[in-house]
């Protein structure tokens, strides 16, 4: 059974960092690209960064650019988001996402989530 | 960025109800369409990929369709778990997916 299990989150004062862990189960997770989606309370879905099944090649939103690293250990099939320089507006649960599609980007498995509120 | 729109933002309906969600592309996204199905809690659950691709373990009566910018999705007899919040995603862009701010479907 897939399983994507999300922990680091909590409340962290603006301009702090934090650490999110997302521990994969069930699949080869190094044959996988994986993204981190995050949503704010009572808002919609906001995709945040992806990185390739290697780590060689990674994207990120234009709003947390700069702020925010993605990253895996395929050896521990874990993946991983950096936050930095936290802001008001990065309150969210964070989903690890698994992508799946061939054509096009979809994610087929999700994390349950993980809780960060940034404030002071 | 290609912006989604969907509507309606809510909608009631009762069990058995046939029922109809649109999503609009600010621009031509071919079938680079997804939708998922979100209950209170619960991260998110593909339900329909590639705009009328039936994910696998999804019930029959969830269809899409659509291609360009109009898109819907279809619940042909609603049931109880279907009360929920539903969201397209495009994926025409990869180097930034979208999501439509989401339909809540609500019982009657």
């Known amino acids: 059974e897939v399983q994507l299990v999300e922990s680091g989150g909590g409340l962290v004062q603006p301009g702090g960092s934090l650490r999110l862990s997302c521990a994969a189960s069930g699949f080869t997770f190094s044959s996988y690209e994986m993204n981190w989606v995050r949503q704010a309370p009572g808002k919609g879905l906001e995709w945040v960064s992806y990185i390739s099944s290697s780590g060689s090649t990674i994207y990120y939103a234009d709003s947390v650019k700069g702020r925010f690293t993605i990253s895996r250990d395929n050896a521990k099939n874990s993946l991983y988001l950096q936050m930095n320089s936290l802001r008001a507006e990065d309150t969210a649960v964070y989903y690890c996402?698994?992508?799946?599609?061939?054509?096009?980007?979809?994610?087929?498995?999700w994390g349950q989530g993980t809780l960060v509120t940034v404030s002071s | 960025d290609i912006q989604m729109t969907q509507s309606p933002s809510s909608l009631s309906a009762s069990v058995g109800d046939r029922v109809t969600i649109t999503c609009r592309a600010s621009?031509?996204?071919?079938?680079?369409l997804n939708w998922y199905q979100q209950k209170p809690g619960k991260a998110p659950k593909l339900l329909i990929y590639?705009?009328?691709s039936l994910q696998s373990g999804v019930p029959s009566r969830f269809s899409g369709s659509g291609s360009g910018t109009d898109f819907t999705l279809t619940i042909s007899s609603l049931q109880p778990e279907d009360f929920a919040t539903y969201y397209c995603?495009?994926?025409?862009?990869?180097?930034?997916?979208?999501f439509g701010q989401g339909t809540r479907l609500e019982i009657k």
């Open positions: 590639a705009a009328s």
């Open positions: 996402a698994r992508e799946y599609c061939t054509n096009g980007v979809c994610y087929d498995y």
């Open positions: 621009q031509s996204i071919s079938s680079y």
């Open positions: 995603q495009q994926s025409y862009s990869t180097l930034g997916v979208t």
